[in-house]
C-alpha cells in the first residue's frame, strides 16, 4: 500500500518582512499564517517546528495503540505532546531533539510494560524514522 499526502506553503516578501501561508490536503490548514516572527520571535501564527510536533504526536499515539492492541491492550486514554528544538548549527539551523510526553491510561497494563511498548513505538512511528533529530520520551501510566 502507499498513500500520498500534500501539503503547501507560499511566500511573499524577504525573509524577515516576509509573510507566508500553509494549507493541507484535508483543509485543515487552509492559508494558515506562518513567517520569521511567528517562527523565531513568538508572534501569532504557525511554524514549520509545530508543525512536525503535531505531527510526531499523532504518528506515535496511534503506533503505540496498535502495539497496545497487539498486547491484547486497549488505551481509555492516551495523550501525548512534542517538544521540537531548532538551533543553530554550524552557521545554519537544526531540528536536533524532539521530547515527546506521554500520560496514558491503559487498563491491565503494568508500568514496565507501558514504558517497553510507548519505547517500541517511538522507534517504530513513520514519523520517528523520518526524523534524523534526538529522539526522547517520557512515558507515564497513570490511573
Given at each position: 500500500m502507499k498513500i500520498n499526502r500534500t501539503g503547501s506553503a507560499a511566500w511573499q516578501g524577504g525573509i524577515k518582512d516576509g509573510k507566508g501561508s500553509i494549507s493541507t490536503q484535508s483543509g485543515a490548514l487552509k492559508a494558515y499564517p506562518y513567517g520569521f516572527a511567528s517562527r523565531f520571535?513568538?508572534?501569532?501564527?504557525?511554524?514549520?517546528?509545530?508543525?512536525i510536533a503535531a505531527a510526531h504526536s499523532a504518528c506515535f499515539t496511534m503506533a503505540l495503540s496498535k502495539i497496545l492492541g497487539e498486547a491484547n491492550l486497549t488505551a481509555e486514554q492516551m495523550d501525548t505532546s512534542?517538544?521540537?528544538t531548532l538551533e543553530s548549527v554550524d552557521g545554519g539551523f537544526a531540528i536536533t531533539a524532539v521530547h515527546l510526553t506521554l500520560k496514558g491510561k491503559v487498563p491491565g497494563a503494568t508500568a514496565a510494560q507501558f514504558v517497553e511498548l510507548a519505547n517500541k513505538a517511538k522507534a517504530g512511528?513513520?514519523?520517528?524514522?523520518?526524523?534524523?533529530a534526538d529522539i526522547s520520551l517520557d512515558a507515564q501510566l497513570v490511573a
Amino acid at each position: 500500500m502507499k498513500i500520498n499526502r500534500t501539503g503547501s506553503a507560499a511566500w511573499q516578501g524577504g525573509i524577515k518582512d516576509g509573510k507566508g501561508s500553509i494549507s493541507t490536503q484535508s483543509g485543515a490548514l487552509k492559508a494558515y499564517p506562518y513567517g520569521f516572527a511567528s517562527r523565531f520571535e513568538g508572534t501569532p501564527g504557525s511554524n514549520p517546528e509545530e508543525l512536525i510536533a503535531a505531527a510526531h504526536s499523532a504518528c506515535f499515539t496511534m503506533a503505540l495503540s496498535k502495539i497496545l492492541g497487539e498486547a491484547n491492550l486497549t488505551a481509555e486514554q492516551m495523550d501525548t505532546s512534542a517538544q521540537v528544538t531548532l538551533e543553530s548549527v554550524d552557521g545554519g539551523f537544526a531540528i536536533t531533539a524532539v521530547h515527546l510526553t506521554l500520560k496514558g491510561k491503559v487498563p491491565g497494563a503494568t508500568a514496565a510494560q507501558f514504558v517497553e511498548l510507548a519505547n517500541k513505538a517511538k522507534a517504530g512511528c513513520p514519523v520517528s524514522k523520518l526524523l534524523k533529530a534526538d529522539i526522547s520520551l517520557d512515558a507515564q501510566l497513570v490511573a
